[in-house]
C-alpha cells in the first residue's frame, strides 16, 4: 500500500517586527526603506467566531516574484460589562485585547514573504528594517515553531 504525505513545509518567510507605530505610518516607513509600495490590503485578516480583525497591507514585487504583508497582530476593541458594587449595578467600558499569534504576544507586527528568497537576502532585509528609528527591532521567526500558524495562510 502506497502512503502519500502532504507536504506541509512553510514556504514563506516571516519577521517578526516591534514598533509603537500605526499601522499605516510602519507601512509608509517600510516603503521608504525597502523601495517597496505597501498598501492598504482590500480585506482584512478576520474569522469566524471572533469579533476582532486585524490589518493587512500588501506588496507585489513582480521583478522578484515576492508577495509581502504586513500584518497586524494586536487587535484593540471596546467592550462593555456591567458590574455590581453596591444595590445598583453599573456599565463600565473597557479595551479588550487580541491577538493573531497569542505565542508571540509582544510582536506588534508580522512580515509575511512568500516566494524565493535567499538567507542573505532575508538578513539584508531585516538588517534595513532595524535601522529605521521607529522600529524597536525586528527578526526573523520560524514558522514552524509556531502554534498558531494557520492563522497566517491566507
Not at 507605530?21 to 509608509?28: S, V
Not at 482590500?42 to 493587512?56: A, G
Not at 514585487?61 to 445598583?88: M, P, R, W, Y
Request: aromatic share 14%; glycine share 2%.
Amino acid at each position: 500500500m502506497q502512503i502519500n504525505e502532504l507536504d506541509t513545509a512553510d514556504d514563506y518567510f516571516l519577521i517578526g517586527l516591534h514598533s509603537s507605530e500605526e499601522d499605516y505610518r510602519l507601512a509608509y516607513l517600510l516603503n521608504i526603506c525597502l523601495q517597496t509600495k505597501f498598501s492598504k490590503s482590500k480585506w482584512n485578516l478576520d474569522f469566524k467566531n471572533r469579533p476582532d480583525f486585524f490589518s493587512v497591507f500588501e506588496f507585489e514585487d513582480v521583478h522578484c516574484q515576492l508577495n509581502s504583508f504586513l500584518i497586524s497582530n494586536k487587535f484593540i476593541g471596546d467592550a462593555t460589562g456591567s458590574i455590581e458594587t453596591t444595590l445598583f449595578s453599573e456599565n463600565i467600558s473597557f479595551s479588550n485585547v487580541s491577538y493573531l499569534i497569542p505565542e508571540k504576544r509582544k510582536v506588534d507586527y508580522f512580515l509575511k514573504i512568500e516566494g524565493d528568497l535567499s538567507e542573505k537576502e532575508m538578513n539584508n532585509t531585516i538588517q534595513k528594517i532595524n535601522n529605521i528609528n521607529q522600529i524597536i527591532t525586528s527578526y526573523q521567526i520560524d514558522p514552524s515553531t509556531l502554534i498558531s500558524k494557520d492563522y497566517l495562510i491566507f
